[in-house]
């Protein structure tokens, strides 16, 4: 078998040779990961239209906790949280999807202009259709775009009483130090304002693995939908058959790790280039780290936000966090 370094330094000198092959950011950020050792995919790439759907499914599955412990939160304290944050002039929901989370809170936050914001498009369009003819008197400014490295606003969206919404604990997809940069981000763009976010809180394996690998393997139909999204980006030849889902907690790390294992030894094209991998060997494609309350007021603060404040469900599952800009 050709070694790793070896099919590197291969494909590095194929891409050196064929300078007329364009790759957009995307690809290259795909390929990228999937020539590294060991080989890993951002998880922003499961979320294509039909990724999207499937992550609907899955929050209703009775494994997954997060959102039904979110929305607990939002019923038992939501007047407290509306006092907390004050006046909202927009309400800026980041990964929106369905758009279904922030529009719970309209009639207690009561925000005059509604600004959802996801990869995937084609998938918020559906649902910014459904609101504007259930809300004809809210302003709803849709936005596609990627905001795990930067976060572009258009001037229409007024600087004034902004809260930035980033609820399901998709925070804890992001390293410690990317959700550091991430949350330094955000404060640059609300200054005066704050931010609502959700974070899923450490417990134990037996209550954390289940909710990644459920008994209907929807994550894993969500994990593995993520090799036809490759495919399609990066014109790769993946087999969904050739893989299986991997889930498990990293203790050492607190955080879920979610991986697609090769079944057998294989290799894996695309335009310009090629990736072998062994039998057992993974591609890393998911974090979610878990906080304690304690440990992400800290991470909080050293963003430089203040008046810090969070509730938790009854079981003490999971905790969303309000803080000033």
């Given at each position: 078998m050709?070694?790793?370094s ?5 494909t ?7 300078p ?13 990961g ?37 929305a ?13 944050i ?12 369905d758009?279904?989370?922030?529009e ?6 009561r ?15 559906t ?5 504007r ?27 004034e009483?902004?809260?930035?919404f ?7 997809n ?5 959700a ?5 981000r955000?404060?640059?763009?609300c ?22 690998d ?5 994550t894993?139909?969500?994990?593995l ?11 790769a ?50 974090n979610s780290?878990k ?18 404040a ?16």
């Amino acid at each position: 078998m050709v070694s790793p370094s070896a099919v590197l330094a291969h494909t590095a000198q194929e891409y050196q040779a064929r300078p007329s092959l364009a790759l957009s950011a995307e690809q290259v950020e795909l390929r990228d990961g999937l020539l590294d050792h060991p080989a890993h995919i951002d998880p922003k790439f499961l979320y294509d239209a039909l990724g999207s759907s499937l992550f609907t499914a899955i929050t209703q599955l009775p494994e997954y906790y997060p959102t039904r412990c979110e929305a607990e939160i939002f019923e038992r304290h939501g007047q407290d949280i509306a006092r907390h944050i004050g006046p909202v002039q927009s309400m800026i929901d980041l990964g929106a999807g369905d758009c279904v989370k922030a529009e719970r809170l309209f009639a207690s936050l009561r925000p005059r202009h509604y600004v959802p914001i996801d990869i995937s498009a084609d998938y918020l369009e559906t649902a910014v259709r459904r609101l504007r003819l259930s809300y004809p008197d809210l302003r709803v400014t849709a936005i596609g775009q990627d905001f795990s490295q930067a976060l572009a606003l258009p001037a229409e969206i007024p600087a004034e009483q902004r809260l930035f919404f980033y609820p399901g604990s998709s925070i804890g997809n992001l390293s410690p130090d990317d959700a550091h940069a991430m949350l330094q981000r955000i404060r640059a763009q609300c200054d005066g304002g704050g931010l609502l976010v959700g974070v899923d809180r450490v417990k134990p394996r037996q209550v954390l693995e289940p909710a990644y690998d459920d008994a209907l393997h929807l994550t894993a139909a969500f994990n593995l939908n993520l090799l036809r999204h490759v495919n399609q980006v990066l014109d790769a030849d993946f087999n969904v058959d050739d893989w299986r889902h991997v889930a498990l907690f990293n203790a050492a790390r607190s955080r879920i790790e979610m991986h697609l294992e090769a079944q057998r030894a294989l290799r894996v094209a695309w335009p310009g280039g090629t990736r072998d991998f062994s039998a057992g060997e993974r591609i890393h494609t998911e974090n979610s780290y878990k906080f304690t309350p304690q440990a992400f007021s800290d991470l909080l603060q050293s963003a430089g936000y203040r008046d810090v404040a969070h509730w938790s469900d009854s079981r003490g599952w999971f905790s969303v966090f309000s803080a000033r800009a």
